[in-house]
């Protein structure tokens, strides 16, 4: 069964950092492109970070680089997004999610909520 449960957000002040957490199982992670999505209220899902397969490559939207750090760890299964400087307009639900070709996998989002 494929499964990407997702770990690691809460409430944090602005100028605060987290950790999230995405634990891949059911599927082979290491063939898989990481990605973090997020989601606001009333706004479409957007593209946060990503990672090759083997971790050399990231990339990530303007609106989180140089605050944001996406990382993965293959023989954990896991990919990780690492959050500092946050500010209240990174508040959202934080999407994993991994994809190969046609195979597109998704976790259930954790809310990550910046407010002082």
């Known amino acids: 069964q494929v499964q990407l449960v997702e770990s690691g957000g809460g409430l944090v002040q602005p100028g605060g950092s987290l950790r999230l957490s995405c634990a891949a199982s059911g599927f082979t992670f290491s063939s898989f492109v990481g990605n973090w999505y997020r989601q606001s209220p009333g706004k479409e899902r957007e593209l946060v970070a990503s990672i090759s397969t083997g971790g050399g490559t990231t990339s990530y939207s303007d609106s989180v680089k140089g605050r944001f750090t996406i990382s993965r760890d293959n023989a954990k299964n896991t990919v990780y997004l690492q959050m500092n400087s946050l500010k209240p307009g990174d508040t959202a639900v934080y999407y994993c999610?991994?994809?190969?070709?046609?195979?597109?996998?998704w976790g259930q989002g954790t809310q990550v909520t910046v407010s002082s």
């Open positions: 999610n991994a994809k190969l070709l046609w195979r597109d996998y």
